[in-house]
Structure formats: C-alpha cells, structure tokens
C-alpha cells in the first residue's frame, strides 16, 4: 500500500478515535499533510468526525480552499492551513473543543505537564485571543489571517489555546497528534483537581526532555497505543499490520525511487 493509502487510512482512524475519546464531538477535525505535495493535506467534508470514512476526505490546497471538490468543507480549515503553512516540521493537525481544556484558555495560570503522559504537550501552553487583533467575532477562525495569528501563537510549540473556544495541536504524525489531543485534558483535569487543593508541581524541563527523547514511532509501545484506541472506537479491522507512525529517522531514509514497495 503507498505512504498516500496509508496516511488517509490513518486520518480515518484517527477521526473515529478523537471521537471516541471524547476529544472531539459534532465538531472539531483533524488533518495531515500531502505526503507528496507538502503545501496540501487532507481532511474530512463537514461531518462529525465518528461518521467519517475515506470517500470523505478532501485535498485543500494551502489557502484551506478543497481542491477540485464542491462538498461543503469545514469552515475552521484555516487553523489546519495556516498551521502547515507557518510549520514545515508539523504532519498532522488537531482542533477541538474538549472542555476540560477551556479553563485555561480563560484564567492566568498557564496549562503545563503536569503528569507523564501529559509531557507531550511540551511546557506552558500559550493562549490565543482572538479579540486581541480581530476584535469581537464569533469566535471562529474564518480566514487565513486569523489562522496565521493562532499559528504564530503556537510558535515552535505543539499546542495553543484558543480563548473561549478550544485548542489547536501539531506534531510530526497522526499518532504522535492523536496521543497529545488525548492527553491534554487528561493533563487538564489533573491540573485543575491538585490546583484546588494546593500548588501544583509540574514536569521539569529536563523530565520533558526525557519523556521526548524516548519517544520511538517504531515502537511496539506506540503501535500498542493505536491498536488500542482503534479498537475501542471499533476500528480496530481498519489499522492493519503495525507500521510507522512517524517519519523515518534521516539516516534511514532512502530516495523515494530506491524504496521497495512496502506489501
Ligand atoms: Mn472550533
């Protein structure tokens, strides 16, 4: 099957999964890069993201605009196109509005990890305010111009806040953004629970550190994860043999003309 194949199999997955985590409801989406055409990605038509299957997904091109399709697409593709766009290391893109989260989008205290599983989310978590340069809206990101200013929030980070609203997340593969989207209000919730009965103590930077340089995509920890969630979202049957969830490390990488067909 080819890399393309296996990313939409995966983006399917992963829609399913969010659901089923109650990461996502009737709305919020996820998305991943052209693999081939690094300004494109694909995801879902509006539909909630449990009823999604592969004659859903859409191209866009890098202005979050479908590209040869007429199907109504999401209209938050911005935070997906401006995220790509702002971030050449970034492989897939979540936006949700898991409530746990939306605390902190409304008070001082930053979100950080809190809990090992919430390292991922990589230290403070900035919070994007719409109305600081667009003034009153509703609140969604409707343009490129506003999904360039959530993307410059974001920086280098993984995830921001989104004021009143939700977050948007990034990582490097569908996984790896699936697991951080999981375990952000995870990490909320632990938050907010030590934070009424004292001051919480957060992961080090060094902890940080270590929890990332142990992350292998590889790994049969990681297929463990998928296997996991994919089955209790009930698509299980759709994830196939294990396989890489991330790109290849460059040393292993060999030219695109030289790779063998995988199966
Ligand atoms: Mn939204």
Same mark, same amino acid.
């Given at each position: 099957m080819s890399q393309l194949n296996d990313l939409l199999r995966d983006l399917v997955v992963a829609n399913r999964i969010l659901s089923n985590e109650d990461i996502v409801d009737a709305y919020g989406h996820i998305s991943v890069r052209? *693999?081939?055409? *690094?300004k494109h990605f694909f995801m879902s038509r509006s539909l909630a993201p449990e009823l999604v299957n592969r004659h859903d997904l859409i191209e866009f091109d890098q202005q979050g605009e479908p590209v040869k399709d007429k199907r109504q697409p999401y209209l938050e593709r911005f935070i997906h196109a401006a995220i790509f766009e702002a971030r050449p290391d970034v492989t897939a893109v979540v936006h949700a509005h898991a409530e746990d989260t939306l605390p902190f989008g409304l008070i001082k205290t930053p979100l950080q990890p809190m809990i090992h599983s919430g390292s991922f989310i990589g230290g403070k978590v900035p919070v994007w305010d719409i109305r600081k340069k667009f003034g009153d809206t509703n609140l969604l990101v409707t343009n490129m111009a506003q999904g360039r200013d959530l993307a410059k929030c974001m920086g280098k980070g993984n995830v921001a806040l989104m004021r009143g609203h939700g977050f948007a997340s990034a990582a490097r593969s569908i996984i790896e953004v699936v697991r951080l989207s999981v375990y952000l209000p995870r990490n909320a919730r632990i938050q907010m629970a030590a934070m009424q009965v004292g001051k919480p103590i957060p992961l080090s930077k060094g902890e940080i550190a270590a929890r990332a340089a142990g992350y292998r995509p590889h790994a049969p920890e990681t297929w463990r994860a998928w296997e996991y969630w994919a089955n209790r979202a009930g698509c299980g049957d759709m994830i196939g043999e294990p396989h890489a969830h991330a790109p290849e490390d460059e040393s292993k990488r060999v030219p695109k003309h030289d790779r063998k067909p995988k199966r």
């Open positions: 052209h *693999p081939d055409n *690094p």
